[in-house]
């Protein structure tokens, strides 16, 4: 495909380090508190390099977003993020004032001189990772940050001149670990952010915080809290004139996040980094997800793929349901062949609701989205046998 004829798609970075790893993550990421800056730029051009040759040396790639995500970009300094510009710069065009460019940061590693430079590169789009305002919830979450840290971050990044502010908080916290979730989505309104992600806190088995679960050291909530949470915040937010407009974010007028809708309405996005996914041309493509692999990969000029496949019909079917239906522009029953009796039930339970031949889940339907989803599927497989 030429690039005149390919849409701007969604372009993903992803830095693969972190000062230190969380008690709960399970993403790709190497501890590093000065990460090998020059190195990893030195791999995305491996990674840029590779992508030329598969897309047949498109020239420039018109893109409609950038995310530079992590692992800790803010760990990249003015300096870091800087460099990355002149390196994508020269693969990717994009519209100065039309691209939204997001960059994710931890409070403790977001400074000033740092978010003044990376606006005036043309970032425009925080997401701060400050999970909880509460000292006591941040230090059992394994974080650096205290309260006090992550309120003064966002106050740094809107001093640079952000006023597209996203902050990450995290819910479903065991009952013993003292903390008010009502307060801290308080707090973050009170701070003036434009938009809210709130996920639920899992306990992945291979994590510090699955080892304790297993041994029985701590105890995940009960299912109730969980969804007693979740549903404060759908309340606490809308009470604020955030509008949920995915099953765990939550935007003012004007500021949702444009990169997430491309992964949603599966339309193309091409990452770059450690573990990054990639969907063009129809093919999905993804890269080895450890940062010493990718990086002995790319310094010894092999392959930085670790794997790629061209989704079936099936594969589609399942993919077009769980995206259609994570977000509040739901599914068209007419496009998907969906008959309305299927998902009567659903809305007679409270979990869906119906317009103008569009299906919707609602909070409670978000809250069992994955059983929902499966089921469906499994209708419309039979059908087609
Ligand atoms: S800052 Fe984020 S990516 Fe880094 S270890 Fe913590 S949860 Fe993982």
């Given at each position: 495909?030429?690039?005149?004829?390919?849409?701007?798609?969604?372009?993903?970075?992803?830095?693969?380090?972190?000062?230190?790893?969380?008690?709960?993550?399970?993403?790709?990421?190497?501890?590093?508190?000065?990460?090998?800056v020059d190195e990893w730029?030195?791999?995305?051009?491996?990674?840029?390099?590779?992508?030329?040759?598969?897309?047949?040396?498109?020239?420039?790639?018109?893109?409609?977003?950038?995310?530079?995500?992590?692992?800790?970009?803010?760990?990249?300094?003015?300096?870091?993020?800087?460099?990355?510009?002149?390196?994508?710069?020269?693969?990717?065009?994009?519209?100065?004032?039309q691209v939204e460019w997001?960059?994710?940061?931890?409070?403790?590693?977001?400074?000033?001189?740092?978010?003044?430079?990376?606006?005036?590169?043309?970032?425009?789009?925080?997401?701060?990772?400050?999970?909880?305002?509460?000292?006591?919830?941040?230090?059992?979450?394994?974080?650096?940050?205290?309260?006090?840290?992550?309120?003064?971050?966002?106050?740094?990044?809107?001093?640079?001149?952000?006023?597209?502010?996203?902050?990450?908080?995290?819910?479903?916290?065991?009952?013993?670990?003292?903390?008010?979730?009502?307060?801290?989505?308080?707090?973050?309104?009170?701070?003036?952010?434009?938009?809210?992600?709130?996920?639920?806190?899992?306990?992945?088995?291979?994590?510090?915080?699955?080892?304790?679960?297993?041994?029985?050291?701590?105890?995940?909530?009960?299912?109730?809290?969980?969804?007693?949470?979740?549903?404060?915040?759908?309340?606490?937010?809308?009470?604020?004139?955030?509008?949920?407009?995915?099953?765990?974010?939550?935007?003012?007028?004007?500021?949702?996040?444009?990169?997430?809708?491309?992964?949603?309405?599966?339309?193309?996005?091409?990452?770059?980094?450690?573990?990054?996914?990639?969907?063009?041309?129809?093919?999905?493509?993804?890269?080895?997800?450890?940062?010493?692999?990718?990086?002995?990969?790319?310094?010894?000029?092999?392959?930085?793929?670790?794997?790629?496949?061209?989704?079936?019909?099936?594969?589609?079917?399942?993919?077009?349901?769980?995206?259609?239906?994570r977000t509040r522009r739901?599914?068209?029953?007419?496009?998907?062949?969906?008959?309305?009796?299927?998902?009567?039930?659903?809305?007679?339970?409270?979990?869906?609701?119906?317009?103008?031949?569009?299906?919707?889940?609602?909070?409670?339907?978000?809250?069992?989205?994955?059983?929902?989803?499966?089921?469906?599927?499994?209708?419309?497989?039979?059908?087609?046998?």
């Amino acid at each position: 495909m030429s690039e005149n004829r390919r849409p701007p798609l969604a372009l993903y970075i992803h830095v693969p380090f972190c000062v230190r790893r969380c008690h709960y993550c399970d993403f790709a990421v190497t501890r590093s508190a000065e990460p090998p800056v020059d190195e990893w730029l030195a791999c995305l051009a491996r990674d840029m390099l590779e992508w030329s040759e598969e897309l047949g040396d498109p020239g420039p790639i018109r893109v409609d977003t950038i995310f530079v995500g992590g692992g800790t970009p803010s760990l990249l300094g003015g300096a870091g993020m800087e460099s990355l510009a002149e390196l994508l710069a020269g693969h990717f065009e994009w519209e100065a004032g039309q691209v939204e460019w997001t960059v994710e940061a931890n409070p403790g590693s977001l400074t000033l001189d740092a978010a003044r430079r990376w606006r005036n590169l043309g970032v425009n789009r925080l997401s701060i990772g400050v999970q909880s305002f509460d000292d006591g919830a941040l230090e059992w979450l394994g974080r650096l940050h205290d309260a006090v840290g992550a309120a003064a971050a966002v106050e740094r990044a809107r001093a640079a001149g952000f006023e597209n502010l996203s902050v990450d908080l995290i819910f479903g916290l065991p009952t013993g670990v003292a903390r008010s979730w009502g307060d801290d989505l308080e707090r973050a309104v009170s701070l003036g952010v434009t938009h809210v992600s709130a996920y639920g806190l899992t306990a992945e088995p291979r994590t510090p915080l699955g080892k304790l679960v297993a041994t029985g050291s701590v105890r995940m909530p009960e299912e109730d809290q969980y969804v007693d949470e979740y549903c404060n915040a759908v309340n606490i937010l809308s009470k604020h004139d955030f509008k949920q407009y995915e099953v765990s974010n939550f935007a003012l007028d004007g500021y949702e996040c444009r990169h997430n809708w491309h992964y949603w309405i599966g339309s193309e996005y091409l990452g770059l980094g450690p573990s990054a996914h990639s969907l063009v041309e129809g093919r999905r493509i993804w890269n080895v997800t450890q940062w010493s692999a990718y990086r002995d990969a790319a310094k010894s000029g092999s392959s930085v793929r670790e794997g790629r496949e061209t989704p079936t019909r099936a594969d589609r079917r399942l993919e077009s349901l769980w995206l259609g239906l994570r977000t509040r522009r739901g599914i068209d029953l007419a496009a998907h062949a969906i008959e309305a009796g299927l998902i009567r039930h659903w809305v007679a339970e409270g979990w869906a609701a119906m317009s103008d031949g569009v299906l919707c889940l609602t909070p409670a339907g978000w809250l069992r989205m994955d059983g929902l989803v499966a089921e469906l599927d499994s209708r419309l497989a039979n059908d087609d046998d």
